[in-house]
């Protein structure tokens, strides 16, 4: 026989992986609200003070640190870890009673969905960070995802069907801009790791032997890099002509223009820089910023580990 509850899991892992502490603060006060007696499997261990409090204090810090981009992008890496791990939990709950192999198979696919979700919600966000033409009231965004994540958490706990539903259909939309804002998200985790090693190391371009394996054979038979002259960088492209709307790649030199190497379902692909005006070269607290023609052919994003800011003007503005 069939159990809705089985139907929950999907939507709750989207919700936690949207707003974990506002899902958490929902369904441990849900009870307190008069709305619901009691909770689907184990999730009324939730409504215990100490949890409340726990949480509502993170909810609040979450609040605070999305203010600023650079506190933004801090938090949300280490929820990298910390999304899967609460979907599992909260999967495990939910599904408490149910059969063990359908209670971790279900608490698995709960931790990917959270996962995804955040991913997908936070490199949205480092995406617009990275758009400097276009400056979203953050305040909104945050309540809009509130609200969005309050109401699929009734919908579950009423119409769990409903709710099942939802959470697919915005789902599907959501497969056409996931696959760059994923890559925005993992990149961002990335700058977080090379700004906190800064600290021990001077901005430099990357030597050829220290290329990764696909990189090296995306060059083979490139004949205009002379000896001694190529050299790399890790890079984030935004809105680079016939790519993704973000791509992570490899910027290389090959002594005379640069080239944007990146992967795409296995196979290699490259854009030549050297036809792109670079107006403005800028840093940040995370990364370096090189914006073509204007940044109408797109912007170019370096770690504070890779080049420096004189060096990537000398070969994108005075080259």
Do not use: C, K
Request: aromatic fraction near 10%; glycine fraction near 12%; charged fraction near 15%.
């Amino acid at each position: 026989m069939f159990e809705p509850v089985l139907l929950m899991f999907p939507p709750l892992a989207v919700a936690a992986g949207v707003d974990l502490y506002l899902t958490l603060l929902f369904l441990g006060a849900a009870p307190y609200l008069g709305w619901w007696e009691t909770l689907p499997g184990a999730l009324a261990d939730l409504s215990s003070p100490g949890v409340l409090l726990t949480v509502g204090t993170f909810y609040a810090l979450e609040l605070v640190a999305e203010r600023w981009p650079s506190t933004a992008l801090i938090w949300n890496a280490f929820h990298a870890i910390i999304r899967p791990l609460a979907g599992v939990l909260l999967g495990l709950l939910l599904l408490d009673g149910q059969p063990v192999d359908v209670a971790v198979m279900g608490a698995l696919l709960s931790g990917m969905i959270a996962s995804a979700a955040h991913a997908t919600r936070t490199g949205g966000g480092v995406l617009l960070w990275f758009d400097e033409r276009r400056h979203p009231n953050r305040t909104l965004i945050s309540l809009a995802e509130d609200v969005s994540v309050v109401g699929l958490v009734v919908l579950l706990l009423d119409r769990p069907l409903w709710a099942f539903l939802g959470a697919l259909l915005a789902g599907v939309p959501a497969l056409r801009f996931m696959g760059s804002q994923v890559r925005a998200f993992l990149f961002a985790v990335r700058l977080v790791g090379s700004g906190a090693w800064t600290i021990f190391a001077r901005p430099r371009w990357t030597e050829p032997q220290a290329f990764p394996g696909w990189v090296r054979a995306a060059l083979e038979g490139d004949v205009m890099a002379p000896g001694g002259g190529l050299r790399g960088s890790r890079a984030g492209g935004h809105r680079l002509p016939d790519s993704p709307r973000f791509t992570a790649g490899w910027v290389v030199v090959r002594g005379d223009t640069p080239l944007f190497v990146y992967r795409r379902f296995g196979a290699s692909h490259s854009i030549e820089l050297g036809s792109m005006t670079a107006t403005r070269v800028s840093g940040s607290t995370f990364f370096r910023r090189v914006e073509l023609n204007g940044g109408q052919s797109g912007t170019l994003y370096f770690a504070l580990g890779g080049p420096g800011t004189e060096s990537l003007e000398a070969e994108f503005v005075s080259g």
